[in-house]
């Protein structure tokens, strides 16, 4: 599996942008760049995905570098029900995925 | 976004007891789901994977005998764990994929049930 590092944590004050990196060094042509959230006692939400180029949703927007070798997922103003910890996957057509520690994001209100 | 159930949310039950857990896709169709577990404070971990009309695949140290999978239709799977103990305390969560191509590429979204809170006493 190509693998992905994040902080451990982060914090962020209500309603400033949030900005949470992965690398991805070993990421492969074919891999998809998937990010998850997960509330407290909640299964993972799914926040946004992207291949080359950056994209954006009504949750967040995903900018990826150039040479994608790492990501980032901008919350654009963070809100307390942001608080949560935030995954970045690889994903390649149909192998499985494995989570790992992901980034714990404290908002202060 | 596509949605995923799980049943029951939270179950309490005594130790050799067995216990079923049903993961359902609702609004698309789901070859293939996941099943992870997750101890407090730490991340998912996948148990299986689970094909529509075929037998799972078991990660490596996951008894099979003891979590019993079964995905008998495109858009439920089922999680039974056999004879549960306190060990087997655990959120369990299911996830389906769907599946789409985009740029000739294959990519796949998982989203993810709720998931099970298990308690065996």
């Known amino acids: 599996d190509a693998k992905t590092t994040q902080p451990n944590s982060m914090e962020s004050n209500e309603e400033e942008p949030v900005h949470l990196p992965c690398n991805h060094s070993t990421i492969s042509g074919t891999d998809y760049i998937h990010w998850y959230r997960q509330l407290p006692s909640q299964g993972p939400e799914y926040v946004i995905h992207?291949?080359?180029s950056n994209v954006n949703n009504r949750m967040a927007s995903l900018a990826i570098a150039e040479d994608r070798k790492s990501s980032t997922l901008i919350l654009h103003r963070a809100t307390l029900r942001d608080a949560a910890v935030y995954y970045c996957i690889l994903s390649r057509g149909y192998q499985k995925v494995t989570f790992g520690i992901g980034t714990k994001l404290q908002v202060i209100p | 976004g596509a949605v995923v159930s799980q049943h029951p949310s939270r179950v309490i039950c005594k130790s050799g007891t067995s216990v079923k857990i049903e993961c359902r896709s609702l609004?698309?169709?789901?070859?293939?789901m996941f099943w992870y577990r997750q101890f407090p404070k730490q991340s998912l971990m996948l148990m299986a994977t689970s094909n529509e009309g075929s037998k799972a695949t078991y990660e490596q140290g996951v008894e099979k005998d003891k979590f019993l999978i079964n995905h008998a239709s495109l858009t439920l799977s089922t999680l039974t764990v056999a004879s549960a103990h306190p060990e087997d305390s655990s959120f369990y969560i299911c996830?389906?994929?769907?599946?789409?191509?985009?740029?000739?590429?294959?990519?796949?979204?998982?989203?993810f049930g709720p998931g099970t809170r298990l308690l065996v006493l």
């Open positions: 992207g291949l080359t």
């Open positions: 996830s389906a994929r769907d599946a789409g191509t985009s740029g000739g590429v294959e990519q796949e979204t998982q989203y």
């Open positions: 609004d698309f169709q789901a070859t293939t």
